[in-house]
Nanobody, 117 residues
Framework: QVQLVESGGGLVQTGGSLTLSCVAS????????MAWYRQAPGKQRDLVAR???????SYSDRVKDRFTISRNVFNESIFLQMRDLSSEDTAKYYC???????????WGQGTQVTVTS
């Protein structure tokens, strides 16, 4: 069973920055892609950023130019650097490992990000 553990969430003021981390229990190169999603209370879980096995990155329109996804394949980690945060970014952020062998992939437990004014 693949495990994903997120960390780095917390309270941050509007305009601030935060970096999230996700560590996988297996090599992240085994997966088709790694991604960050977020879910605010009462809303659906939305894709924020994704990096595929070739290193190609993609972002949602709401975060591009402010968020950066990266990875370290040597310690099975991905990261989400977030800057210029606003209240709209308040959500629980989840790490996902995509794989064709499992519909929906693997998920971490999430880490809460709360942006305060």
């Amino acid at each position: 069973q693949v495990q994903l553990v997120e960390s780095g969430g917390g309270l941050v003021q509007t305009g601030g920055s935060l970096t999230l981390s996700c560590v996988a229990s297996e090599s992240i190169l085994k997966f088709d892609a790694m991604a960050w999603y977020r879910q605010a209370p009462g809303k659906q879980r939305d894709l924020v950023a994704r990096i595929d096995d070739r290193g190609q990155r993609s972002y949602s329109d709401r975060v591009k130019d402010r968020f950066t996804i990266s990875r370290n394949v040597f310690n099975e980690s991905i990261f989400l650097q977030m800057r210029d945060l606003s209240s709209e970014d308040t959500a629980k952020y989840y790490c996902q490992a995509e794989t064709r062998s499992l519909t929906g992939g693997y998920w971490g437990q999430g880490t809460q990000v709360t942006v305060t004014s």
